[in-house]
């Protein structure tokens, strides 16, 4: 079956930045549109980036100019780059399919002011 594996979270400081990965295991990536999502405590699911399979990239409003995402279909990896990172963003990271596999356990965000 299908695994997503997210990583690259951590503790980082208000205008920091963050790198975060999603291994994919038990699929071909590149035949995939794949998202970022995040949830902080309390809160619904938030949709945040897509890239289709042939690159073309969606965001957003909260995280476009800030956020970028991208994946490398030689290593079945998506990545979101986080930049001028606000104590907002905190939250628990994931990464999914669109339409949705199975949800990984996420990666843990905490942006500190």
């Known amino acids: 079956q299908v695994r997503l594996v997210e990583s690259g979270g951590g503790l980082v400081q208000a205008g920091g930045s963050l790198r975060l990965a999603c291994v994919v295991s038990?699929?071909?990536?590149?035949?995939?549109?794949m998202g970022w999502y995040r949830q902080a405590p309390g809160k619904l699911r938030e949709f945040l980036a897509r890239?289709?399979?042939?690159?073309?990239?969606v965001y957003a409003a909260s995280v476009k100019g800030r956020f970028t995402i991208s994946r490398d279909n030689a290593k079945n990896t998506v990545y979101l780059q986080m930049n001028r990172l606000k104590p907002e963003d905190t939250a628990t990271y994931y990464c999914?399919?669109?339409?949705?596999?199975?949800w990984g356990q996420g990666t843990q965000v905490t942006v500190s002011s």
């Open positions: 890239i289709s399979s042939v690159g073309s990239t």
């Open positions: 999914n399919r669109i339409p949705a596999w199975a």
């Open positions: 038990g699929s071909i990536l590149n035949s995939n549109d």
